[in-house]
């Protein structure tokens, strides 16, 4: 999705103290009550990598002086209307690209190629770079994977890097309270309220007129000449990511039904999979799924996303221990994003990765 500009400055802002609500207030909480974790990791270690090393004081629980929900910013109405094309147009085709294939038989071998191997950078570059990687401080990466991951994860079109961590760090402080971005249970607990929720949570949070200044989670990136960098050249990396596909079935096949199929499998439909696939952690995720951990808020398990997820909805252990390498820690989870990571780890591309261990898992089981 477009993102906002971000400070141009290295250092964090200076920004306003409000009070966090909910409409009607919190299920779980009153509003302007707000949580923390000792795993709320919203920073980084000094002597890494920039940016990207390990989460700990005083970032990894942040001032709540600067804790800042309204900001006086407004999302502009072409704002949303160019959000809400990115978001329609990718999912229409995900409706129709099967019809399509099977009646007019616009899909070839090579289309399936460009969508699948588009869709394996994207989510890992959002689930690896910017999740597990640039918000949590799992492991610290060399710099060119760090470049790679943070550009992979702008690939996927949900955003520039440092408001991507912003929005997730500010969700872990608040998740499921009042304050965070995208909570099913805004509304309350009955049927028609998480129903509203759910959809709010999935979707509709990206559309509020009224912007929150999340400067205040990120000053480890804000200070990174990299990630800032790759902030501002989103719009570039958004129209590699529109045009490549279609450009490689131009190449290949030498035809414009080449280029044009190649652009409705490689980059809408693959678009269209890697948003509600993504979006579904935050929706479903939250509302359904086992808790065999303990957590603050409802993050629970849903196998049936795991692979497409690459292992991002095992989401009970991640609220449970958000700074794990590895969400899939039970038997059978299968979790593509921390395979992936070992790789990096053997290869020498990552270190210090916070690998899960048997004493803190039991620590963490669910009474």
């Known amino acids: 999705m477009p993102s906002r500009d971000l400070p141009e400055s290295h250092e964090a802002p200076s920004v306003p103290t409000v009070r966090l609500s909910w409409p009607g207030g919190s299920p779980l909480t ?5 949580h923390s974790s000792e795993t709320d990791a919203v920073g980084s270690s000094p002597g890494g990598v920039r940016g990207v090393g390990r989460p700990v004081e005083p970032w990894n629980q942040p001032d709540p002086d600067r804790l800042v929900i309204h900001t006086g910013q407004r999302q502009a109405l072409w704002e949303r209307l160019v959000l809400g094309v990115f978001i329609a147009v990718p999912f229409l085709a995900l409706l129709c690209a099967l019809p399509i294939a099977w009646v007019v038989g616009w899909v070839t071998w090579l289309d399936i190629a460009l969508a699948a191997g588009m869709y394996g950078v994207c989510m890992h570059g959002v689930t690896i770079g910017y999740h597990r990687c640039f ?12 470049i790679a991951l943070a550009i992979a994860g702008s690939l996927a079109i949900e955003g520039a890097v440092n408001t991507w961590v ?14 965070d971005p995208h909570s099913p249970w805004r509304y309350g607990n009955n049927v028609r309220a998480l129903a509203k929720g759910l959809v709010y ?8 007129a009224e912007q929150s200044d999340k400067s205040a989670y990120i000053p480890d990136l804000i200070r990174d000449k990299d990630m800032v960098r790759i902030s501002k050249a989103f719009p570039a990396l958004l129209t590699i990511s529109l045009l490549l596909p279609p450009l490689v ?3 290949v096949t030498r035809s414009w039904i080449g280029a044009a199929t190649a652009f409705l499998w490689g980059t809408l439909v693959r678009l269209g999979l890697v948003h509600h ?4 952690i935050n929706s479903i995720c939250h509302a359904i799924g086992e808790r065999p951990f303990a957590s603050r808020d409802r993050a629970g398990n849903v196998a049936w996303l795991a692979v497409l997820s690459m292992g991002e909805s095992w989401h009970n252990l991640h ?8 969400h899939g820690v039970l038997p059978g989870q299968l979790d593509s994003s921390a395979r992936i990571i070992r790789w990096f780890e053997q290869l020498g591309w990552a270190s210090d990765v916070r690998w899960p261990k048997p004493a803190r898992l039991a620590a963490k089981r669910a009474p």
């Open 30 to 34: 009153s509003p302007g009550q707000t």
């Open 135 to 146: 918000t949590h401080g799992a492991f610290k990466p060399i710099r060119p994977l760090k």
């Open 166 to 179: 912003g929005d997730h760090r500010k969700h872990h402080k608040f998740s499921d309270r009042a304050g």
């Open 201 to 208: 949570a999935h979707v509709g949070w990206l559309f509020e």
């Open 249 to 251: 079935g131009a190449l």
């Open 277 to 280: 696939v993504s979006w579904s």
């Open 319 to 326: 609220h449970a221990d958000p700074t794990c390498a590895r």
